[in-house]
Every structure is written in C-alpha cells, then in structure tokens.
C-alpha cells in the first residue's frame, strides 16, 4: 500500500490533498467542534497532506492537537501553525516543545493511514499507537469522531481484524465522504 501511495504523481496528491481538504472542513462533527487532532503529515510517506487542513481550522478557529509518541503511546500535544517542528523516532513531524493537552477535550482525531476496508477498519503503519490510543479514550469515555484521510485507491474489500483493532467512523477520500458509524 505504501508503494502504491507513493505511485502517485506529486502534483496529484498535491491536488488530491487540497480535494480531502475541502471535504474535511465542510464535515458537519468539523464545523460543529472545538478541538480537532490530527497528524502533520509527512511527504516522505506520501500521506494525505494535512497543511492546507491546518490552516483552514486555524482560519476556523479551533483548537488544534497532534500526536506526540512518548512511552510508545500516542498523546496529544498543542499546535499552532507555524509552531517549529521536528522528527520523531519514526520520522514524523512533532512539536519541537510539546506542551500536552486533555484529551477529553477531544472532539474529533483526523488519522492518517495505508488501507481501508468496507467496515471502517484502517491498517496504519504497524505499531498500534493509534489503536492503542483510542482504546485509552474509550477506557476513560472519550469519544471524539475518528475519521481517517485518505486517498480512495487506498480502499480495499476486507482487512483482517484483531481484538484491538479500532473501526472509524468516516474516511474522507478525494472523491468524498464514507460513513461506517451511524452516531455521527
């Protein structure tokens, strides 16, 4: 999946990008919310681009989080645009300080990952951190809306399942909007 991601030429995703962008702020649970998390993406892995994402929230007003990975967990640490960044042990862009926030703040998590399936399950990069962390919102009852980006050629029929593995409840695709969770 990653080699087929970074298949795409440059200016597509670019265009692909600025297409999952739109859809994002015009989300009804985006508009309506306070305090959005979501990854800085890296070009390096040819992901979803979340710039223009930013600076439409940051236009928007929101609040806005990241994750950072300490312990082998993901938190959530304050960004600002502009705010200096550096990489983390895998090669994503954190906050160079990272001041932490509460997650029960949290009102939705945009993620990035490399497949999806029909039922909303996602395969990410083979850690767990974004499994793991949603489980630890689900422990304490946080419950934002957890919505993946993507390109739709990453979509696959079924992905295999575990235990642990936490269903979305929307993709946003270049093409549009796929809901798997009536609550949102």
């Known amino acids: 999946m990653l080699a087929r991601r970074r298949s795409i030429p440059e200016k597509s995703l670019i265009e692909k990008s600025m297409a999952i962008a739109e859809y994002v702020i015009t989300l009804a649970e985006v508009v309506n919310s306070r305090h959005v998390h979501l990854y800085l993406s890296n070009p390096a892995w040819a992901e979803v681009s979340t710039s223009t994402i930013v600076d439409r929230l940051t236009a928007m007003n929101k609040q806005l989080s990241v994750p950072v990975i300490q312990n082998g967990d993901i938190w959530s640490a304050a960004f600002r645009k502009g705010d200096l960044v550096q990489p983390a042990p ?14 029960s703040n949290l009102d939705v998590l945009l993620m990035p990952l490399l497949a999806f399936d029909e039922r909303g399950f996602r395969i990410g990069y083979g850690k767990g951190f974004y499994d793991r962390f949603l489980q630890r919102l689900s422990r304490q009852g946080i419950t934002p809306c957890r919505i993946g980006l993507s390109f739709f050629q990453q979509k696959v029929d079924a992905l295999p399942v575990d235990s642990w593995d936490e269903p979305l409840d929307a993709i946003v695709h270049e093409e549009g909007i796929i809901r798997f969770n009536s609550n949102y």
């Open 90 to 103: 895998f090669g994503q862009p954190e906050p160079r300080e990272p001041s932490m926030v509460d997650d």
